[in-house]
């Protein structure tokens, strides 16, 4: 093999590693983000949510960023977006 035969199949090792990192690692996480963000986006008042920390409740009000969690009869928390883990059905 000569020297170019040699640098144009490193380049094509590190073309097909490139690849195989993008659709098993970068892709799957694009998408898992995306549908966070919708989840995040799609919160309305009178929804049941899971939160990242294990609370569940129903939403009251939501804000830009934060929203109001009751957990109990008059017990109402605020909390950001960002902890939302899922909607409870």
Known sequence: MS??????SQIILILIIILVF??????????RQREREQ???GIQTGDR????GGI???VVEVKENVMM?????????????SAI????D
């Open 3 to 8: 020297v170019s035969q040699q640098a144009a």
């Open 22 to 31: 993008y659709f098993l690692l970068i892709r799957p996480q694009i998408k």
């Open 39 to 41: 989840l995040i986006a």
């Open 49 to 52: 949510i899971l939160t990242i």
């Open 56 to 58: 569940v409740g129903r």
């Open 69 to 81: 969690l009751e957990v109990a009869k008059n017990v109402i928390l605020e909390m950001s977006k």
């Open 85 to 88: 883990a899922e909607k409870v």
